[in-house]
């Protein structure tokens, strides 16, 4: 801007003591960036909490080997859905019947297969 644009200017229609800056109005800005934290971590502290991590999964095969033999083959058998797989046919029939070798679904689980 050249001096003979600012000299055309209107003066700020406010005295000149509002419309500069003083060290109350630096303490009101800094107010409200403190609530506007407050309001955002507040908003965010869900997404921020540290959830527990999930069991490993030969942490999970220890729990069921604890459990009666049916529920421990539907534990197993909840453990291969979750991860993806499918049990062949002769054990899906057998966690009817509860004759499914728990010991072979283990097996399935470690190895992996999908």
Known sequence: MTAGIVADLHPPRLPEAF???HAGDLLAAFG???LAA???LTLAAPLLRRRPPWP????????A?????AARLLALARIVA???GTLPEDLRAGLYTGEAD???????IRRGRR
Request: proline residues 9%.
């Open 19 to 21: 419309a500069a800056l």
């Open 32 to 34: 409200l960036g403190l």
């Open 38 to 40: 407050v309001l955002l």
């Open 56 to 63: 490993r999964l030969s942490a999970r095969i220890d729990e």
């Open 65 to 69: 080997a604890d459990l009666p033999p």
């Open 82 to 84: 979750e991860r993806g």
């Open 102 to 108: 728990p010991a072979r679904i283990e097996a399935l």
